[in-house]
């Protein structure tokens, strides 16, 4: 017996490779999609390949405050507020509310702008602006741009 399966051997491994491809295949896909049968009631039967919208929120977004912008700080761009913004901070009250905790948390996080934070004054900027201290700012920042 032996000696006829040394001979045999490749015969044998091809018999049982195919074995384990068919058994394979034999098994339902488990990505397979059951469809229900037609009912009469639903005048629209059978699948269809439309995607259905979201359902619309109705209610206005929110108002914006141009006194939250962060391009308003002297010293932030877009860039600087994408990065502030990727880090969850998009309003001028957060920016105010800044501790040394959280700057030094937050400054290695902004790249090629780290620093900026107290190099700009932006918590300083920042306070003034949420007060409405506009004559304060302009005169410890200069004239502020109109956003």
């Known amino acids: 017996m032996i000696e006829l399966l040394e001979l045999y051997w490749p015969f044998v491994l091809a018999a049982l490779l195919l074995l384990a491809s068919a058994t394979a295949f034999a098994r339902p896909s488990r990505h397979q999609v059951t469809l229900a049968p037609p009912s009469l009631a639903d005048p629209v039967a059978g699948p269809t390949l439309a995607r259905q919208a979201p359902p619309v929120d109705d209610a206005p977004p929110p108002p914006v405050d141009p006194a939250s912008e962060l391009t308003q700080l002297k010293g932030v761009g877009l860039k600087l507020a994408g ?48 007060r409405g201290d506009v004559a304060a700012y302009e005169a410890a920042f200069g004239k502020r741009t109109a956003v």
């Open 83 to 130: 990065l502030l913004a990727a880090q969850g901070v998009t309003r001028i009250d957060q920016v105010a509310a800044w501790n040394a905790e959280q700057i030094a948390a937050l400054d290695p996080q902004l790249g090629s702008f780290a620093g900026r934070i107290g190099r700009d004054r932006l918590v300083e900027q920042a306070q003034l602006l949420q």
